[in-house]
């Protein structure tokens, strides 16, 4: 497999907790500037494809290479560099991610929310913060100007100085990818983006996803239980089973594969075919 036109290339992925298997030798690519996603039945492996991407896990065996202007960087070596901030090492090399349950700071403000994430990226010196020099202040400023342009794209402009424990649900959802957004990233990685949301809020979800890829050029990896929304907006979807690839391909390709059916309905074509002309 080459790296191509591919952001992302997952090679011979393993990952084991303890007796649990929980990824056997997994591979797929991520096209730069599609919107792909990854389904599965739950406890697929779907979330640990993602730990092991974002740097939250170690990957067992197996290697992710993200290939940005022609340059190709191992995950795997940025997390081997040394044993913690993994994540943050690899969310500056241009990956970003929102959770499955929703990890916002309660206590906090819309707005510090989206400060505290850029303020990984941004290179202060502890003696330029405490003495607020000019360029301190003035980085500081940008940072606010770029979180409340993301609270305008997001919806969420009106509520920057809430608590962001106080927002409806589905508020709390768009302020995690605002959030994810902030940091320039290359791949947004969304872990059941929808989870929670009324078919209202998950119709302007799938828009916003679209709006994030065409206006602001990031490749979207998408897991979500919601079939109406993957198979809306995805041109690309990689099926787990029981931590093995099972198909990939199109939204139709996916759709109508018998091992992919056999997965989510326990049955397979042929007794279906069965069933029908009993
Ligand atoms: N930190 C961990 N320690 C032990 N086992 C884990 C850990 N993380 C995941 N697992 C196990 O790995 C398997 C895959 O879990 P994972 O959360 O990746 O599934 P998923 O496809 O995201 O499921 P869901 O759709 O329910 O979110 C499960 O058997 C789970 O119990
Ligand atoms: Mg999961």
Same mark, same amino acid.
């Given at each position: 497999?080459?790296?191509?036109?591919?952001?992302?290339?997952? $090679?011979?992925?393993?990952?084991?907790?303890?007796?649990?298997?929980?990824?056997?030798?997994? =591979?797929? =690519?991520?096209?730069?500037?599609?919107?792909?996603?990854?389904?599965?039945?739950?406890?697929?492996?779907?979330?640990?494809?993602? =730990?092991?991407?974002?740097?939250?896990?170690?990957? *067992?065996?197996?290697?992710?290479?993200? @290939?940005?202007?022609?340059?190709?960087?191992?995950?795997?070596?940025?997390?081997? !560099?040394?044993?913690?901030?993994?994540?943050? $090492?690899?969310?500056?090399?241009?990956?970003?991610?929102?959770? /499955?349950?929703?990890? +916002?700071?309660?206590?906090?403000?819309?707005?510090?929310?989206? +400060?505290?994430?850029?303020?990984?990226?941004? =290179? &202060?010196?502890?003696?330029?913060?405490?003495?607020?020099?000019? !360029?301190?202040? *003035?980085?500081?400023? @940008?940072?606010?100007?770029?979180?409340?342009?993301?609270?305008? #794209?997001?919806? +969420?402009?009106?509520?920057?100085?809430?608590?962001?424990?106080?927002?409806?649900?589905?508020?709390?959802?768009?302020?995690?990818?605002?959030?994810?957004?902030?940091? &320039?990233?290359?791949?947004?990685?969304?872990?059941?983006?929808?989870?929670?949301?009324?078919?209202?809020?998950?119709?302007?979800?799938?828009?916003?996803? /679209? /709006?994030? $890829?065409?206006? &602001?050029? #990031? @490749?979207?990896?998408?897991?979500?239980?919601?079939?109406?929304?993957?198979?809306?907006?995805?041109?690309?979807?990689?099926?787990?089973?029981?931590?093995?690839?099972?198909?990939?391909? @199109?939204?139709?390709?996916?759709? *109508? !594969?018998?091992?992919?059916?056999?997965?989510?309905?326990?049955?397979?074509?042929?007794?279906?075919?069965?069933?029908?002309? /009993?």
């Amino acid at each position: 497999m080459t790296s191509g036109n591919n952001l992302l290339t997952v $090679r011979s992925l393993g990952m084991r907790f303890g007796g649990i298997q929980a990824l056997t030798d997994v =591979n797929f =690519n991520i096209p730069v500037g599609s919107i792909s996603a990854l389904i599965g039945p739950n406890g697929a492996g779907k979330t640990t494809v993602f =730990n092991c991407i974002t740097g939250f896990y170690r990957p *067992s065996v197996g290697n992710i290479e993200l @290939t940005v202007d022609g340059q190709s960087i191992d995950l795997g070596n940025l997390l081997a !560099s040394r044993l913690f901030g993994g994540s943050h $090492r690899i969310a500056r090399q241009g990956i970003a991610r929102t959770f /499955q349950n929703i990890r +916002l700071f309660r206590e906090m403000t819309v707005l510090e929310n989206l +400060l505290v994430a850029q303020h990984h990226h941004l =290179n &202060h010196n502890l003696l330029a913060g405490f003495f607020r020099t000019r !360029s301190y202040r *003035s980085s500081e400023q @940008t940072a606010i100007d770029h979180a409340m342009w993301w609270l305008h #794209v997001v919806g +969420l402009r009106d509520c920057a100085n809430r608590l962001s424990g106080t927002l409806p649900y589905g508020h709390q959802r768009r302020l995690e990818i605002a959030r994810s957004m902030c940091t &320039h990233p290359k791949l947004i990685c969304l872990d059941e983006p929808a989870a929670g949301l009324n078919p209202r809020e998950t119709e302007d979800l799938a828009t916003l996803i /679209q /709006q994030l $890829r065409q206006d &602001h050029g #990031v @490749t979207v990896l998408l897991i979500e239980h919601d079939m109406g929304l993957v198979m809306g907006i995805s041109g690309h979807i990689v099926v787990l089973d029981h931590g093995k690839v099972i198909a990939m391909g @199109t939204p139709q390709m996916v759709a *109508s !594969s018998p091992a992919v059916i056999h997965a989510y309905l326990g049955v397979d074509e042929k007794t279906d075919e069965k069933a029908t002309t /009993q």
